[in-house]
């Protein structure tokens, strides 16, 4: 019996122990089955951001029964006595990127509005900072500066890393200690909410770096604007579909093949309607090759063939690039950054070159600008204008629906924020 009692004692003992508080925390929580991080956060009427934030090292994705995790800390006035003035809720499918953007905010503000914030496991519920006040003042300025002098002109990126298939531009921007800001400034058009593993990011600039790859630009960046495209042209139906924009007024881009439904000589005097009208002519490969799976001769010669048949029709050369399929690597990044390509994407697939029904396509453009405002950002959408369904009845429908919701059709280029047809060409 006596053996009993002090094995109980001893097992008390350690209990007390292992829940003994933690340094710099008033009170702890020991971590029972079952739990989470969000769960225990409720419990003790905190926001995850709030409990990671008290709880700066702990993993919520290995928490682990028996473990002592701090639920109140003692309250700390920041430099500059700010307290959160406005809170969001969170949705499904929001990411730290779309929350920051839809406020008006950067994102390293809004990290700063919620310190420890895990924005790999935002929960739907869960509130986070939009916006802070001041006790004492106005919100602190920004501490970041403009450069005081001219960069040299060897100056340029000096360390890439590769995109993994679970990074975010926050952990990219942790790992390499800078902002937000700045990884967003090394990579000009990079969209958080379209990381894709393969891609290479800047992550440090200085002397003798050399120009970043391009990155992937998959939706506009100016409010209100959405890019029609249309790939794999020109072909037969090409002429009434630039028949039809010519009526309405409209310009939008062409990424145009060598040879694919047609040859490209043979619709030459097609490609020369469509860029005397102004519309925004690009490059789409010679054949429509997959570039993923070509190797640095062959996609070259995918690109010069193709230079040269636009040089002998137009007199130019577009600078900017759709890779076919939406498919491309590290490797044929840095070759199209090389031949001073611009690389795009898209945000909205209509999949029409798989479907031929007009219905099924339709439902796909609604979905893909489902939950969108032309307050808050833009689009770009994938039709091919060498199906007769897309030329004829897909694209007047497409016009009038976007314009109804309250966009502005207009070409990639503009869309970006480039509205100098003559910076869409080179020599």
Known sequence: MKYLVVLGVLAALATTSSAAPISGCTTTHRVTTGETCNSIAKTWSLSLAQFQSINPSLDCKNLK?????????????????????????????????????????????????????????????????????????????????????????????????????????????????????????????????????GMQVCVAEGPGGKPAPPVPIYTCTQKGQFAITFDDGP??????????????????????????????????????????????????????????????KQLRAEISQLEVAFRKILGVIPIYFRPPYGEYTSDSLRILGELGYKVIVWDVDTNDWLLDNLAKEQANYKAGVAGSSPKTGGHISLQHDPHQI????LAPWAVNYVKGLGYSVTTVAECLGDTNPSNWYRP
Request: aromatic share 8%; charged share 20%; net charge positive.
């Open 65 to 197: 029964k028996g473990t002592n995790v701090c639920t109140k800390a003692p309250s700390k006035s920041t430099s500059a006595g700010t307290t959160c003035s406005k809170k969001y809720t969170i949705v499904p499918n929001d990411t730290c990127y779309d929350i920051a953007k839809k406020e008006g905010i950067t994102l390293d503000t809004f990290m700063s509005y919620n310190p420890g914030l895990n924005c790999k496991l935002l929960q739907i519920g869960q509130q986070v900072c939009i916006a802070m006040k001041s006790a004492t003042g106005p919100p602190p300025k920004s501490t970041e500066t403009s450069p005081s002098s001219p960069k040299p002109s060897n100056y340029g990126c000096t360390k890439l890393v590769v995109v993994k298939s679970d990074d975010t531009c926050y952990l990219i921007s942790q790992a390499a200690k800078i902002t937000l800001n700045a990884l967003s400034k090394m990579n000009p058009g990079l969209d958080c909410r379209f990381l894709q593993p």
């Open 390 to 393: 897309t030329a004829e009845k």
């Open 235 to 296: 072909y037969k139906y090409t002429d009434g579909l630039l028949d039809y924009l010519e009526q309405q007024k409209l310009k939008v881009t062409f990424f145009i093949n060598g040879q694919n439904y047609g040859n490209i000589y043979d619709y030459a005097k097609t490609l020369q309607k469509a860029y005397k009208a102004g519309h925004q002519i690009a490059h789409h490969t010679w054949s429509h090759a997959n570039i993923s799976t070509l190797n640095e």
